[in-house]
């Protein structure tokens, strides 16, 4: 089992930076691929980006590639720092950790667990 709150959202301007944080616990967390997905109200939740198990390799959608970096350390957290926010980064975020890495990793099936999910919101 593994438990999951995300932490760090809140109002940002367009432009500005943010850090959201996911607090894992669980022994075998270090076993696992971990996620952030949002949503948009009234949208569908949408993948953000990953991380392997080891932390070696990442991926991200298009929508974030290059304003966006996960990252994972050994004290069980998962982060998302967010740079260059936009309007349309507005959601809520979350958490989620999976058992595999590779074909799959960006839809929230291939996912076992999720957390809470913690709001962005970007003003203009």
């Known amino acids: 089992q593994v438990q999951l709150v995300e932490s760090g959202g809140g109002l940002v301007q367009a432009g500005g930076s943010l850090r959201v944080s996911c607090a894992a616990s669980?022994?075998?967390?270090?076993?696992?691929?971990m996620g952030w997905f949002r949503q948009a109200p009234g949208k569908e939740r949408e993948f953000v980006a990953a991380?392997?198990?080891?932390?070696?390799?990442t991926y991200y959608a298009d929508s974030v590639k290059g304003r966006f970096t996960i990252s994972r350390d050994n004290a069980k957290m998962v982060y998302l720092q967010m740079n260059s926010l936009k309007p349309e980064d507005t959601a809520v975020y979350y958490c989620?950790?999976?058992?595999?890495w590779g074909y799959g990793t960006n839809s929230a099936t291939n996912y076992d667990y999720w957390g809470q999910g913690t709001q962005v919101t970007v003003s203009s």
């Open positions: 989620a950790a999976g058992s595999r």
């Open positions: 669980g022994r075998t967390f270090s076993t696992y691929t």
């Open positions: 991380i392997s198990w080891s932390g070696g390799s």
